[in-house]
């Protein structure tokens, strides 16, 4: 038996009233506020390493998926300002069950007085039973779309 590829990638686009800037301004720099913005999806944010808004830094976030309270700790690996990216890698927490490596890039277009929010989620599967995060690409779209709320009015 050949088996297929295990690294795979799932990416949405969620449009949005909010600009481009005020959405990586609050992932880059603020994502503490995102649980008093959407404590629905996510509890807590804390910093465990280094500084807000800088490469290297290690953000541990509590969040609600699947019906069940989750964790994860992750690396800010890479920020764009000019392109208005952010991307995350897991170290650690609950998607480690599933998924050797996991990795979440968040890119803010600007489109007319709002924005494009498009998550891309780079993955490799422990074994190719296992199923694509769909509904973690979905919890990503729904986030961006409570945050839309706050953000297009601030």
């Known amino acids: 038996k050949i088996s297929s590829s295990l690294v795979?990638?799932?990416d949405t686009d969620v449009a949005n009233k909010a600009p481009a800037s005020k959405f990586h301004e609050i992932f880059k720099h603020k994502p503490h506020h995102i649980s008093n913005l959407s404590s629905d999806f996510v509890q807590g944010c804390e910093l465990h390493e280094?500084?807000?808004g800088t490469v290297g830094s290690v953000i541990y976030w509590k969040y609600f998926h699947d019906g069940k309270?989750?964790?994860a700790k992750a690396l800010v690996e890479a920020i764009d300002d000019e392109n208005n990216s952010i991307t995350f890698k897991l170290l650690e927490g609950d998607l480690s069950?599933?998924?050797k490596s996991f990795k979440a890039t968040l890119k803010s277009i600007p489109k007319g007085?709002?924005?494009v929010i498009h998550w891309t989620a780079e993955y490799e599967k422990h074994h190719d039973e296992i199923t694509d995060p769909h509904t973690v690409i979905q919890f990503l779209y729904d986030l961006s779309k409570d945050l839309e709320k706050y953000l297009a009015e601030a």
């Open 113 to 115: 007085e709002g924005s």
């Open 8 to 10: 795979c990638k799932l």
């Open 50 to 52: 280094g500084e807000w």
């Open 69 to 71: 309270a989750r964790v």
């Open 97 to 99: 069950e599933h998924y």
